[in-house]
C-alpha cells in the first residue's frame, strides 16, 4: 500500500503503526486547515478561492483511501462541530459552501481508492484520479449552493471562476505526489 511506505518516510523515527496514522491523519487535518486560509473572497459569490482542493488532492494522492478518507473526516467533522477550521476561519455545514466540504470527503474516498490501485505513481493516473475527484467535489458544491444563490448564476458563481485554480492545484498536488509516491516505493523495495 502506498500510504504504508510513506508514513516512515515522511515521519522517520521509531513509532509504532498506530501513532504513524495519527501522526499522519493529524498532519493532513493541520495541512487543510492552513491551506483553508489561504483564501479570496470572490464579490459575486459566498465561495471562497482556498487551497483546500490542493490539499485534498495531495493527501488523497498520498495518504489512499483510508488515510484520506480519515483526514478529510476528522478536517470536516471538527469544522462542522464549531472548530474554526474552515476558510476565513469559520465552521458549520450550514452555509453555501457545505457541499464543497461535503464533496471532499467523498473525493478523498474516491481519489484514494485510485490512488490504492497506483494511481498516485505517475503524473497521468494522478492528475485522472483528482479530475475525477473535482467532479465530485464541485458537483456536491454546486448541489447545495444552488439553494443560496439565483439558479441563472450558479454556474459563474459556483464553478467557472474556481476551474483555472482548481486546474493548477491539481498538476501541482499531481506532480508533487507522484514523485513522493515513486520514491517512497523505490526507497521501500
Known sequence: MISQALIPRLFPSELTHIKGR???????????????????????????????????LFVSLLWGRRLGFETLLLYIGLGALGLPLFAQFKSGLAGATSGYLLGMLAASYVIGSLADRGWGRTYVKAVLAGALGLAVV??????ILRYF???????????????????????????????????????GE
Open 22 to 56: 495519527l501522526l499522519a491523519v493529524s498532519s493532513g487535518v493541520g495541512l487543510m486547515f492552513l491551506l483553508a486560509q489561504v483564501a479570496i473572497p470572490l464579490p459575486f459569490t459566498p465561495v471562497p478561492v482556498t487551497g483546500q482542493t490542493f490539499g485534498l
Open 138 to 143: 464541485f458537483a456536491c458544491g454546486l448541489l
Open 149 to 187: 444563490i439565483p439558479e441563472g448564476t450558479l454556474l459563474s458563481a459556483g464553478l467557472y471562476p474556481f476551474v483555472p485554480g482548481a486546474i493548477l492545484k491539481l498538476l501541482l498536488a499531481s506532480g508533487l505526489s507522484a514523485h513522493l509516491n515513486r520514491s517512497a516505493t523505490k526507497d
